[in-house]
């Protein structure tokens, strides 16, 4: 990373020796918005995020000039192959037009001559993301087999990513399904598959690796999908017996699905795995595992069971409930549905609540269990208070938008899309205020976004935001995972 | 000329070397050349540099991977080797020169080179390693040259031992260890020899494990190479061997004895005694049915069907690659109804292969896949080969293959994505260019004699890929499309090699959609086959068999009635018939 950082320095200052300087004389006034990649116009941004560069997107040009005014005060200016900005300066021109709007005015030199294009704006929002920054995996949008891949974390105050683990560490392994507890990573939990299987728990830096395989007889295996309870003393998983199969018409490619799946509940201090009959029935095929906030409820998708694979277009899941004790780790005696999916033609899946309990997100597809590979994907919200659903068509596309994940004060989440050229997925933000609006979404942005997005070859998942930076001695638990000491987790059964 | 050759010899030996390595590359072995080119995609622009250089022997990759670019026109990728070869030969000698080596030891100095030329026959062992020994040669032969000057021997061996473990890699080992053989030999005492060496072992092993806090490889990794093999979870012995023997040659022939007397006889036996070891040895290394199966890669990458068939009919493979790459040959060239069963066949697996998880099977069933029309398999087959090269690089074949599948699909926004890389490199970039015009232009690419065809061939009604139904999913294919021959061939072969005639009659009649001149020789052979099970004759028969066909099927009924398990049915003319197949070698 340092090395990185070096070389990267030192390119910048080869770049800036060769880069267009010249400014805008007596430019033509053209009557429409420029073509920018990525599209910001109209963003709505928090202070302090990473400088919002982008590139010129309608043909060649020698030169881009852009101006920044801040409605409430400050201007910044950038000049060059690409809209740069300053990371300082455009840190504190947002801190200054807190709740305002920034105005961007953006020239274009071609063959020799100026054009400047009509304004466009990004709004200033009143509500803070505090978070660090971003987790997510970064794998390339394959099939059954993959390359290089892990699990980054990335500032978003600036352009830095950093590796928490990737599979270079440890041959052969896959790694997925990363997750903190209400995007603190004192608490935090992933999965590793492949020869060296376990699931890590890491609480305040001890590292627990938990045996995948827990009872076989019982159908319940490695431990995925994980949803920290708020106490920090429960993670809800999921155990799935997963399963793809391949599209052989242009427009499908990869159909994912389960033949069976069932929830449990473990508890960190004692190395136990709480089920409830309720959550692992035969008929029905429960997955996605969410608490609520004051952790009393458990949600969850359910759909039911159908023949793999023949009855794979039937498989919908609903959006259900279970009552959750944290005191004594009971589970409720019923389950609620709560959206019935499936008799609007859908499934539900990914439900994720907002911290401060107004709201439920969730992808709703066509079928299945995997949206990603869907095209018809979409982001939903459910309103706790309302009851109503909805599709959130502020950031809904023509393509897949599937996973996606909140920050506490809830007023910003993270989603993933493939609205770009619909294989590589990337991840958006986008606001919510008081009254449930949600702003038009940007993506996550980076130094030259043009070049960065279109070299990189992977796909990001399951993004999710992270307090603080994650603490992780990689060499120590690349070492743990190859010595295949395992902690067995013992079952209890509901009373 | 006597005078030139006693004054030249040692150089002219290692032009001779020279000359053979590239032969060896060039004429034997091209195939080895085009796999290393297409397990990478070297790339001119900045991040794939910087991806490069920011692990230790960094820069070793990415002189390799330049160079093994130029692979990809065998002649220079062979004359690329040969000057690295001989280079390491020369270094070698320039070393033990300076260590105090005589003349008529020069061919010892070829040890290193050979063994190398010998290890690169793991077809694993990557460039970015000789390319590393060479440059630790070249540190050792800078220590020497610094050696005796107290001042920039210390400098040099502090600015050197970092420098050459993070461009180049832990081949710092080999540098470590000449410099403390030599501090040994040179000490003016032992415990002064044996202070400073310990000060030179620390400050090197300190470097490496100091980088590797920043690593995120196992240590075995950061000592063993990151790249020096394409398997990241293994270190070959043989690379270990080789880099003990770089260390060790030039004190080696240091050692040995020197006498003025019988110096050219000396010379001359070690030039046969090694020039035979190694040949024996480079031939040793060079595994027979694994460059087979490479040299049928190359022929399929290369659509050299008339060659494949040629090596074939020299010797058959066995292998579910090398007998798919001969029945994609038979059917390009339009004649695997006829001849099949003129080589080893194996079940429909011998058409398509099932997926197997590495990186060189799925090519060639890719190729077959994307023939047949069935574009979203042969892309799957293709996007899975590249995601399982080992070093997790991406190549240059496949991502062309995968601009043009997503191109044929529609979808334009990934074929950009690949073709915009590809123009990034050196020897796609004139194709990329080209195919950049037919991004979101339907009617060029359905007026492409390749892209067009392979459009109406594909699926339009969507299904699920199910590999134990292969033959349904070849019938459906053809059913869409009524002149798509090799569906046909391919459909009617699989139910031929599953020795299932009831399908076989049941599809067979579908070929008259086709423009057949004449009936293939093995479906003449199936139909006679099944004609003969209920009919005394051959009376009625409603195709058009051939006098030949019918009277070797009498011939063979005769043969096998009076004995099923006379080889001779196995054998020659028989050998080469469906009923041979269908018959006797269901029970092997």
């Known amino acids: 990373m340092i090395m990185k950082k070096i070389y990267l320095a030192l390119a910048s200052v080869a770049l800036m020796l060769v880069s267009c300087s010249s400014l805008p004389d007596n430019p033509q006034k053209i009557n429409s918005l420029p073509k920018i990649y990525p599209d910001y116009a109209g963003v709505t941004i928090p202070v302090g995020i990473a400088p919002l560069n982008f590139n010129y997107a309608g043909g060649?040009?020698?030169?881009?000039?852009?101006?920044?005014?801040?409605?409430?005060?400050?201007?910044?200016?950038?000049?060059?192959?690409?809209?740069?900005?300053?990371?300082?300066?455009?840190?504190?021109?947002?801190?200054?037009?807190?709740?305002?709007?920034?105005?961007?005015?953006?020239?274009?030199?071609?063959?020799?001559?100026?054009?400047?294009?009509?304004d466009f704006t990004m709004e200033v929002s009143p509500y803070a993301l505090d978070e660090y920054g971003l987790t997510y995996r970064k794998i390339a949008p394959g099939y059954e087999?993959?390359?290089?891949?892990?699990?980054?974390?990335?500032?978003?105050?600036?352009?830095?990513?950093?590796?928490?683990?990737?599979?270079?560490?440890?041959?052969?392994?896959?790694?997925?399904?990363?997750?903190?507890?209400?995007?603190?990573?004192?608490?935090?939990?992933?999965?590793?598959?492949?020869?060296?299987?376990?699931?890590?728990?890491?609480?305040?830096?001890?590292?627990?690796?938990?045996?995948?395989?827990?009872?076989?007889?019982?159908?319940?295996?490695?431990?995925?999908?994980?949803?920290?309870?708020?106490?920090?003393?429960?993670?809800?998983?999921?155990?799935?017996?997963?399963?793809?199969?391949?599209?052989?018409?242009?427009?499908?490619?990869?159909?994912?699905?389960?033949?069976?799946?069932?929830?449990?509940?473990?508890?960190?201090?004692?190395?136990?795995?709480?089920?409830?009959?309720?959550?692992?029935?035969?008929?029905?095929?429960?997955?996605?595992?969410?608490?609520?906030?004051?952790?009393?409820?458990?949600?969850?998708?359910s759909s039911q069971a159908q023949v793999i694979p023949d009855g794979y277009k039937k498989i919908r899941y609903n959006l259900c409930k279970i009552a959750f004790n944290p005191n004594n780790g009971t589970f409720g005696n019923k389950v609620d549905t709560i959206v019935n999916a499936a008799a609007m033609g859908k499934s539900l899946i990914f439900p994720r609540p907002s911290y401060d309990g107004k709201y439920i997100m969730f992808t709703m597809a066509d079928y299945g269990c995997f949206p990603i590979w869907h095209k018809e994907a979409d982001l939903w919200m459910l309103n706790l208070e309302t009851g109503k659903i909805a599709p959130i068509k502020e950031v809904n596309s023509k393509n897949t938008e599937s996973f996606h994940n909140w920050n506490v004060n809830s007023h910003w989440f993270v989603f993933s899309s493939r609205r770009g050229d619909g294989l590589y997925t990337r991840l958006y933000l986008a606001s919510i205020d008081d009254k449930g609006k949600v702003t038009k979404p940007f993506l996550l942005p980076q130094e030259n976004p043009w070049e960065y997005y279109d070299e990189s070859v992977y796909s990001y998942n399951i993004p999710d935001f992270t307090k603080i930076p994650v603490d992780f001695d990689a060499r120590s638990a690349g070492r743990e995972i190859m010595s295949d000491k395992r902690t067995k987790i013992k079952v209890k059964d509901a009373e | 000329m006597k005078i030139f050759i006693s004054k030249h010899w040692k150089l002219i030996l290692s032009v001779l070397f020279g000359v053979t390595v590239f032969l060896f590359w060039d004429v034997l072995y091209p195939c080895y050349l085009s796999y290393q080119e297409q397990f990478q995609l070297f790339i001119f622009n900045g991040s794939y540099f910087t991806e490069r250089i920011i692990v230790p022997g960094g820069l070793s990759d990415y002189i390799a991977e330049f160079l093994t670019q130029f692979y990809y026109i065998a002649w220079i990728g062979a004359c690329i080797l040969a000057i690295i070869l001989v280079l390491i030969q020369r270094m070698s000698w320039i070393i033990a020169k300076l260590e105090g080596a005589a003349d008529e030891y020069y061919m010892v100095s070829f040890i290193p080179a050979l063994l190398i030329w010998g290890y690169m026959g793991d077809e694993n062992v990557l460039l970015s390693f000789i390319v590393a020994c060479l440059v630790a040669l070249i540190a050792c032969w800078g220590y020497m040259k610094v050696k005796d000057q107290k001042k920039y021997h210390l400098v040099y061996l502090l600015l050197m031992t970092p420098s050459l473990y993070w461009l180049f890699g832990p081949v710092v080992l080999i540098f470590l260890c000449f410099a403390v053989i030599n501090i040994m030999i040179d000490a003016k005492s032992k415990l002064t020899g044996m202070g400073c060496s310990l000060c030179v072992v620390v400050y090197t092993l300190g470097w490496i494990l100091f980088v590797s806090t920043f690593m995120q490889y196992p240590m075995f990794r950061i000592f063993g190479g990151i790249n020096y093999y394409r398997f990241p979870a293994v270190i070959p012995d043989m690379q270990i061997v080789v880099m003990a023997v770089f260390l060790i040659i030039p004190f080696i022939v240091r050692l040995l004895p020197h006498q003025e007397k019988r110096v050219v006889q000396r010379a001359c036996i070690s030039i046969v005694i090694i020039a035979i070891c190694g040949f024996a040895g480079v031939r040793l290394g060079y595994d027979t049915l694994k460059y087979e199966l490479i040299d049928y890669d190359y022929l399929?990458?290369?659509?050299?069907?008339?060659?494949?068939?040629?090596?074939?009919?020299?010797?058959?493979?066995?292998?579910?690659?090398?007998?798919?790459?001969?029945?994609?040959?038979?059917?390009?060239?339009?004649?695997?109804?006829?001849?099949?069963?003129?080589?080893?066949?194996?079940?429909?697996e011998g058409l398509l292969p099932p997926f197997v998880r590495d990186f060189t099977t799925p090519l060639c069933t890719s190729e077959a896949f994307y023939r047949l029309g069935m574009i979203n398999t042969a892309q799957r087959f293709m996007f899975e080969a590249q995601e399982a090269i080992p070093n997790f690089r991406k190549s240059g074949r496949c991502t062309k293959r995968l601009a043009e599948t997503n191109l044929i699909n529609g979808q334009y926004g990934v074929a950009a994505k690949y073709l915009r890389t590809l123009q990034k490199s050196l020897f796609y970039r004139g194709w990329a260019d080209k195919m950049m015009t037919y991004l979101d232009n339907e009617k060029i690419i359905n007026a492409d004699p390749v892209y067009g065809l392979l459009r109406q061939y594909r699926y339009t009604k969507d299904f699920l890929y199910s590999d134990t139904e292969m033959d349904q999913m070849l019938g459906l294919l053809f059913a869409h499309n009524m002149k798509n021959k090799m569906a046909f061939e391919y459909?009617?072969?699989?139910?031929?090699?599953?020795?299932?005639?009831?399908?076989?009659?049941?599809?067979?009649?579908?070929?008259?959609?086709?423009?057949?001149?004449?009936?293939?020789?093995?479906?003449?052979?199936?139909?006679?086959?099944?004609?003969?099970?209920?009919?005394?004759?051959?009376?009625?028969?409603?195709?058009?068999?051939?006098?030949?066909?019918?009277?070797?099927?009498?011939?063979?009924?005769?043969?096998?009635?009076?004995?099923?398990?006379?080889?001779?049915?196995?054998?020659?003319?028989?050998?080469?018939?469906?009923?041979?197949?269908?018959?006797?070698?269901?029970?092997?």
Not at chain 1, 151 to 174: F, H, K, M, W
């Open chain 2, 491 to 588: 459909l009617l072969g699989c139910e031929l090699l599953n020795r299932d005639l009831q399908k076989f009659m049941q599809f067979y009649p579908l070929g008259k959609y086709l423009d057949y001149d004449h009936i293939p020789r093995s479906y003449q052979e199936a139909l006679i086959y099944t004609w003969t099970q209920s009919h005394p004759n051959f009376n009625g028969m409603p195709w058009s068999i051939a006098p030949e066909v019918a009277n070797d099927v009498v011939d063979f009924a005769r043969a096998y009635m009076s004995n099923p398990n006379d080889p001779a049915l196995a054998q020659g003319h028989f050998g080469q018939t469906y009923w041979c197949y269908y018959l006797l070698k269901k029970n092997k």
């Open chain 1, 145 to 301: 087999v993959y390359s290089k891949m892990g699990i980054y974390q990335r500032d978003l105050s600036n352009y830095n990513e950093s590796a928490i683990l990737e599979n270079t560490a440890v041959p052969g392994a896959c790694l997925n399904c990363h997750t903190s507890n209400r995007t603190d990573p004192k608490q935090f939990t992933f999965h590793v598959r492949g020869a060296n299987g376990a699931t890590l728990v890491q609480v305040n830096g001890k590292r627990t690796w938990l045996n995948t395989k827990i009872d076989t007889l019982r159908g319940l295996g490695s431990c995925v999908y994980p949803y920290w309870h708020p106490s920090g003393k429960y993670c809800a998983y999921s155990t799935n017996n997963t399963h793809q199969s391949f599209h052989c018409v242009k427009n499908e490619r990869i159909e994912v699905f389960d033949q069976s799946s069932d929830l449990m509940v473990y508890k960190v201090q004692t190395n136990e795995v709480l089920i409830s009959p309720l959550l692992t029935t035969k008929d029905h095929f429960e997955t996605y595992p969410v608490f609520s906030p004051d952790g009393r409820t458990l949600y969850f998708c």
């Open chain 2, 300 to 348: 399929v990458r290369y659509e050299q069907w008339d060659k494949i068939i040629e090596k074939a009919e020299k010797d058959q493979p066995s292998t579910p690659m090398g007998v798919a790459s001969v029945n994609l040959a038979l059917a390009e060239k339009g004649v695997l109804g006829d001849r099949m069963f003129e080589f080893f066949q194996n079940g429909a």
């Open chain 1, 60 to 118: 060649d040009i020698e030169c881009i000039d852009v101006v920044v005014k801040g409605s409430k005060k400050g201007e910044i200016h950038s000049n060059g192959d690409f809209a740069k900005f300053d990371i300082d300066d455009w840190h504190l021109l947002t801190e200054q037009n807190k709740g305002g709007k920034l105005t961007f005015t953006v020239c274009v030199e071609r063959d020799g001559k100026w054009s400047q294009y009509k």
